[in-house]
């Protein structure tokens, strides 16, 4: 199951999915990222430059039959595009990223011939919310989550400015900020 980009949601996601039994192919565009996937548990990191050697990487890894499930995590045009590329026939593909700068094109065609589900994980209903967060703290309460390692930067809340900062800069290395209240 290919996970585009590794950031904080991505590593939480290959966490689950490992615990869950899933092999897991991590694709990012940073080695920092493809490094946290491996540390993670991702299965196989793959380098997002080429394009068609993603997918050729990807299929010979799955037998040629590409991915049952793929998730998008980025909330960018080109992860999106190669997430289609990436799903088999009959797959699913699960949006998880935040698509916020502007709207995205999608190749309706492929994913039809292909008769892909294609599931938005932005739920809405409140009460699907409040359950998702119970099962995160249990997640962590029996350590199938470990965040811990994903904050990589720690900030008083007096510091708060910078931390936001960070979170938008995303040098090289970065994943999460943690404002503590001290």
């Known amino acids: 199951?290919?996970?585009?980009?590794?950031?904080?949601?991505?590593?939480?996601?290959?966490?689950?999915?490992?615990?869950?039994?899933?092999?897991?192919?991590?694709?990012?565009?940073?080695?920092?990222?493809?490094?946290?996937?491996?540390?993670?548990?991702?299965?196989?990191?793959?380098?997002?430059?080429?394009?068609?050697?993603?997918?050729?990487?990807?299929?010979?890894?799955?037998?040629?039959?590409?991915?049952?499930?793929?998730?998008?995590?980025?909330?960018?045009?080109?992860?999106?595009?190669?997430?289609?590329?990436?799903?088999?026939?009959?797959?699913?593909?699960?949006?998880?990223?935040?698509?916020?700068?502007?709207?995205?094109q999608v190749n309706m065609q492929q994913w039809n011939w292909k008769g892909i589900d294609v599931i938005n994980a932005h739920e809405r209903d409140r009460n699907v919310y409040i359950r998702g967060i119970k099962d995160a703290i249990e997640a962590v309460e029996a350590g199938i989550l470990i965040p811990d390692r994903l904050y990589t930067h720690r900030y008083p809340l007096a510091r708060l400015g910078e931390a936001l900062e960070a979170t938008s800069n995303h040098r090289d290395g970065f994943v999460k900020a943690l404002v503590e209240m001290q």
């Open 1 to 104: 199951m290919p996970i585009d980009s590794i950031g904080f949601l991505g590593a939480l996601l290959i966490q689950l999915l490992r615990h869950a039994g899933a092999q897991v192919i991590a694709i990012s565009r940073r080695q920092s990222s493809l490094e946290l996937a491996r540390e993670m548990g991702a299965s196989v990191v793959v380098p997002m430059d080429d394009h068609h050697e993603i997918i050729k990487q990807v299929a010979e890894r799955t037998a040629g039959a590409l991915c049952d499930r793929v998730i998008e995590a980025t909330g960018k045009q080109r992860p999106l595009d190669l997430a289609g590329e990436l799903v088999r026939e009959g797959g699913r593909l699960i949006i998880a990223g935040y698509h916020q700068d502007g709207p995205r």
